[in-house]
Nanobody, 118 residues
């Protein structure tokens, strides 16, 4: 599975951006989709999760501002980011993960930079 992330860029505080991640094949039925971010000098942190069953979860820092969703027909999932803050500045990575009894399938997109100015 290959993941292609897009949609990052420059924004001002309070603006909105939407990130997209397109998978090379249909995987949403089996995989959990995640967005992570990594700011300079910091570890990569989980931002949002969307399970194959449609459940979502968010980091406390983005709750109420970010929304993860998917379009099954396009093999694409999204991260809608509203009310952006300078502390949201990071490289954002999409991730698809599936765990079975015997294996872990874990795929990453290439990362897309989001820079938010005050």
């Amino acid at each position: 599975v290959q993941l292609q992330a897009s949609g990052g860029g420059l924004a001002q505080a309070g603006d909105s951006l939407r990130l997209s991640c397109t998978a090379s094949r249909s995987i949403f039925r089996l995989y959990t989709m995640n967005w992570y971010r990594q700011a300079p000098g910091r570890q990569r942190d989980l931002v949002a999760t969307l399970t194959s069953g449609g459940s979502t979860n968010y980091a406390d820092s983005v709750k109420g501002r970010f929304t993860i969703s998917r379009d099954n027909a396009k093999n694409t999932f999204y991260l809608q980011m509203n009310s952006l803050k300078p502390e949201d500045t990071a490289v954002y990575y999409c991730n698809a993960r599936r765990r079975t009894d015997n294996s872990l399938y874990n795929y990453w997109g290439q990362g897309t930079q989001v820079t938010v100015s005050s």
